[in-house]
């Protein structure tokens, strides 16, 4: 006889299947609006700001949007579906393209501010892609579920810097202005793919029940997967942020910048056709330790010199180190909730990720301009060791859990 449970199993595995080569698609098209904001947002900072200091708030301001739009995202998932929430997503990135190219034409920096927020909250809902491909399937597949819509990312790195060398001088003198225009159309074709993407509007039994947030938060599986995700992704974008403005004022040109910054968005999310098999293998908590030592790795890289192939080298392992730690923290925070939480407890991980990620990355331009290179690379290193030791103590912790405790916090979560 057939098992019912492995049946329901592999038709919710199909499902998600079918979801997951959408959602990759929709990764593609929106990653390509980050990669155009953060190859040319400190340049267009620089020109437009009344200082050089505040030449990365227009990066900064997209990553508020992040950090503003993931608890909206989770809510309105919860409420109205996550199509509904895609939807609006990508209506902010189609609108984040116009306003762009408005605050160049104009020579508006205020008006950018607004344009890259506008491009975080899009690039907010982008995060709820990776937990929406795990909607449903069995806990084996939800791991490669999550690293494959990352993977869509790969195309992201390909299309966003290529797109900016293509379009960035059609406006002359506006440099980069069509850029704008030409990214706010991907986002009106990134709506179209999602809105194909089955993920059904919430029924009434679906929302209740489910445990305090406060209760799930205070697990410290969930600490140590929230803790690494908010090292790893800060770090990451520390780096990333001050690199293209670094390599200007070391005398390297724009296409430089946009060749590092290609193949770092290539590095961010090409692991991910194997990460899933390698949490799968090794258990989370050590790909997400490799990932943290990769990106310690990165910056020490980026110590050495600051030719070009040490900034592209940087970039590149610390974006291999992101992918594997900030994956690797998303599949500990599946491990954390029941079915019924999932959305305000995966809104509540991204927004501490993404919280953090905006107080750091308003400090990046003050950091670069002020102390130079290597101490953006040297700021790396206490919050790895940080999240190492977490890790290792959450692990130590899990070792000494009495079996039946084991067993019953899995009956909480529902697996």
């Known amino acids: 006889m057939v098992d019912a449970t492995a049946t329901c199993e592999i038709s919710d595995d199909a499902r998600a299947r079918s979801n997951v080569w959408r959602l990759a698609a929709a990764q593609a098209l929106t990653g390509a609006n980050a990669a155009v ?4 947002g400190a340049i267009i900072g620089a020109q437009l700001a009344p200082s050089v200091a505040l030449a990365t708030v227009p990066i900064s301001m997209y990553v508020v949007g992040l950090a503003a739009g993931t608890l909206p995202t989770g809510a309105i998932a919860r ?15 189609a609108a984040a393209g116009a306003l762009g190219a408005l605050a160049i034409l104009y020579g508006s920096f ?3 501010c607004v344009a890259t927020f506008l491009g975080g909250l899009y690039g907010a809902v982008a995060q709820s892609y990776r937990f929406a491909a795990a909607d449903g399937a069995s806990a084996d597949y939800r791991p490669k579920a999550v690293s494959w819509v990352m993977a869509g990312g790969v195309f992201a790195g390909v299309l966003g810097p290529q797109l900016v060398q293509w379009t960035m001088e059609i406006w002359q003198p506006y440099l980069f202005a069509f850029s704008y225009v030409v990214q706010a159309a991907v986002a009106l074709i990134a709506m179209a793919v999602l809105w194909s993407v089955d993920a059904p ?24 997967a929230a803790l690494c995700g908010v090292i790893a992704y800060p770090m990451m974008n520390l780096v990333m942020t001050s690199a293209p403005l670094a390599m200007q004022m070391c005398g390297l040109p724009v296409s430089d910048s946009n060749f590092g910054l290609q193949w770092h968005i290539v590095a961010m999310y090409a692991p991910s056709f194997v990460t899933g098999s390698l949490i799968a293998r090794f258990g989370a908590p050590r790909v997400v330790a490799l990932g943290l030592v990769l990106e310690a790795a990165g910056a020490s890289i980026g110590i050495m010199g600051i030719s070009a192939p040490h900034f592209w080298a940087t970039l590149f392992v610390i974006g291999v180190g992101w992918n594997f730690a900030f994956v690797g923290a998303s599949a500990l925070v599946l491990e954390t909730h029941q079915p019924s939480e999932k959305n305000k407890v995966q809104a509540f991980n991204d927004f501490l990720v993404f919280g953090m990620m905006a107080l750091g990355s308003f400090s990046s331009g003050q950091l670069l301009a002020n102390y130079g ?6 700021t790396v290193f206490p919050p790895v060791l940080l999240g190492l030791i977490v890790l290792a ?23």
């Not at 904001?37 to 040319?40: D, N, R, S, V």
């Not at 290179?373 to 040297?378: D, G, H, M, R, S």
């Open 37 to 40: 904001i953060f190859a040319t």
């Open 201 to 224: 509007k919430p029924q009434p039994a679906d929302l209740a029940g489910g445990r305090p947030l406060l209760q799930i938060v205070r697990q410290p599986r969930f600490i140590a």
């Open 79 to 93: 409420r109205y579906g996550r199509r509904a929430s895609f939807m609006i997503g990508a209506g902010c990135g």
């Open 393 to 415: 103590i959450s692990g130590w912790a899990k070792s000494r859990k009495p079996i039946a405790a084991q067993a019953v916090e899995l009956a909480d979560r529902g697996v």
């Open 110 to 112: 205020a008006l950018f």
């Open 373 to 378: 290179w290597t101490t953006v690379n040297l």
